[in-house]
Each structure stands twice: as C-alpha cells, then as structure tokens.
C-alpha cells in the first residue's frame, strides 16, 4: 500500500497540463491565453503535484501531534499570503478588493454592512423582512453581518477568518479520514486538502463556498465520531445537529444532503460499527430531525427543488446559450452528460473566452481536480469489488448524494458549486492512491490521454459556441 503520492503519477500530470496548455494555445492562436493566467495555471498545478510528492514522504513520519501543528500552519501561512495577494491583485485589476463578475460578493458585503448598521441600532426587524423566510440565503449574510460588527466591516479581517477555517478544515479532514482510512490516508487527504488551488482560492473571495465547505466537513467528521463513538455527551450529539441544521441556511440542498447522509449511514453502516441499540437510537433522531423541518418553509424550499430542477437546468442552459458571450453549444448539455463526468468536471479553461477570467484564473485547479478523479473513480471500485462500501458510508454518501443533486441542477459545470463535495474527493482520491498497483499504471497512462483530448475538445467547445473558434 502507498503511503505517499508516487512522482509517477505526478511529474506525468504536471507534463500533460504543459503539454496541453501550450497545444491548445497553438491551435487557438488568436485566443490565447493571457499570460498572466499562464503564471497562475502553472504555479497550481506544479505547486499542487510537486509539494504532494514531496510533503507526503516527508511528513509521514512525524508523530500525530507535530503533523497536526504543521498541517495547520502550513495551511493557514499559504492561506494567508494568497489573501493578501489577492485583496491588492484584485485591487490593482478591477478597483476594488472583489474578484471579476463579483455581483455575488459585492451584494453580500452590502447586505451584511447594512445588517450591520441594525445591529448597532439593536432594530433586525427590517432585515427579517427583506429575508421573507428565504432561509438558505439567510446563512451567510447573518454571520457575516454579526462580524462585520465586530471587526468595523472590514474585508481583509473578513478573508483572514476565512484561511483560519480553511486550515483547520485540513485538520478535520485528517481525523476523518485516518478514522476511516488509516494514518497514512489520512496525512496524504489532509495535504492535498493543505494544497489543493481550488480550497485556497475561496479564502480570497467574499463569496460563501470556504464556511460552507468548514460546515460540511465539521459536520461529517462530527458525524463520523458520534457513530464510531460509545461517548453520548451532549456535545456529541449536539454539534453535529448545529451543523447539520445550519447547513440549510446555507445551501437547501447541502441540508438535505446532510438528512440523506444521516439515514444511510444509520441504515447500512456494519453492525460491528454501529450496534442495534445505537442504530435504534439515532434513528429514532433522524426521523425527528426530518420531522422538524417538513411543514415548514425550509420544507417549501426542498420541494420547489426537486419540483423544478429539470426545468431549472434546461433553462439555465438555455439562457447561457443565448445571453451575450454566451455558448450557443450549452443548450445541448444535460444531466445525461453531467452525471458520468460528475467527479471529473469541470475542465479547466485554458484558451481566452470572454469574462471568464476567474475560471482562467483557476484553471490550474480544475486540472488537478481532473487528474485525481482518476484516484477517486478507482477508489469507488475497488470498496464495491472488495465489498468495504458499507464502512465508509457517511463519506461516500454525503459527497456522492450532493455531486448527484448538483449534476441534476443548473449549476453542474459552474466549479464553485462542486466545493462542498470537494474535501471528500480528495479523502477517496487519497484512498485510492493508497490502494493502487503496478498493473493500473496502465490505466492511470490511458487516462491523461483521455483527459488531454477532454481538455483539447472543451477549448474548441467554449470557442465554437461563441463563434471564435
């Protein structure tokens, strides 16, 4: 079994996306990519798979205790130095601190300043007003108000907390994943999480994606413990709740991942796992979690959801193939074409395409995310093959259950919206690296062709569907 990530696998992914890159930017000559998102495509994915390899022999032998303070000053110094950067880029850039195409982060900077100015009135009644029981957009803008009062409304402060949560997230990420994996799984899960661009990058925007993948993760490691757990306290089974229940207020559809996780993990996970009486018992607080919110206009929302996602998904496409500089190829995608890809996508963006510059920005991250569905998919074959599925139940169907709801939905190539799921791709892609042998080499090979095709034919795609190409 493979306690670290062999140079194999990464000094070949790090030769394709070069290799790509500047194959694409050849064939699209008068599209090519602006240099500056070359430097950033470049520093991700190299930064991503030289410091894997590098980190995971390194480290794998510090003791659990001295693992865990590096982890978390590593992840928050890299945090931390990409939030500065990026407040004075974006500065420099577009005039202000937000990202481009910021109308997200600019109406919840807003929105919560405003709330701020209630709150020093000691008068939220207006507030709950505009609101109007629309809870899942409720979440963010209430915190972020509520900071906002404490530190002034400042922004840096604001992204600082963000890259304190994601550094700690690593550190959840290793305790859930050595408990369900192995101490080396889970060392090589929290490095890439320490790593990965795409959980990085958040941390300098002022969207909601960094507290929500926090939330998400707080609650399956919280989770995780409460079920392997004899320790009935409290606390135990309090926090998972809170982060279960704030989850809604978020994301309808991370709380109803959450519900969803619950009763698989209660239903199927190994009696030697969890016992008939502890299964009885937490069965019995699932079906009264579900029961608090049916009725209710959380309830409203989950079915309008369902009801319209369909609709919501042909419209969306519909709308990106007609709007300006838009893709007219968007309205043939579907979730028939969403669902298989759904670990994979999205593709990076590597030629230039009109007002995409965040997704040009990132486009590193969303490569490697590309390569390691390799690791995951393999993964998800060898506990279905080995029959292990059940024990690691909670993982598999929280991130597996959301990346479904999201494939279904309008929002199944935007990459912000896969961020959720992502700290678990990576504790399954570690797994499966664990797990792998010489004789899948050749698989591993056959797959960064495939992807180096994918990446070729989707920057033809966004060309020709705007008719650059």
Known sequence: MLSYFPKYFTTKSINIYIGALILCNIIFFSHSLPIIWWLFGITEVIGFFYYANKLTKEWINLSQINFQKKLFISA?????????????????VNGNPFEYSSADAISYHAEADWLTGMIIKGNLEPYFSYINGRYSDLGYTFYLGWQYWITGSSIIIARLIKALLGAYMCVLVYKLAKRNFGESVGRMSAIFCMLMPNLIYYAGLHTKEVEMVFISVAFVERMDFLFRSRNYSPINIILPILFAGSLFFFRTVLGVTT????FSTVVFLPAKLLGIGKRSLLLVWVLVTISYFVGGRIAAEVENTWATKTSN??????????????????KYASSVVFVPLIFVIPFPTIINTPNQENLQLINGGNYVKNILAFFVIYALFWVIINKKWREFVLIGSFSIGYLLIIANSSFA????????????LLIIASFGINKITNNEKKYFDLYLGVIFIAILGWSWYKLAGRGLA
């Open 313 to 330: 998904q042909e419209a969306s496409l519909s709308f990106r193939s007609t709007r300006v500089n838009g893709n007219t190829l968007a």
């Open 76 to 92: 928050l110094f890299i945090r931390i130095i990409w939030v500065i950067l990026s407040y004075f880029f974006y500065t420099i």
């Open 413 to 424: 190539q935007s990459e912000r919206f896969h961020q959720p799921a992502l700290p678990f």
């Open 259 to 262: 519900i969803f996780a619950f």
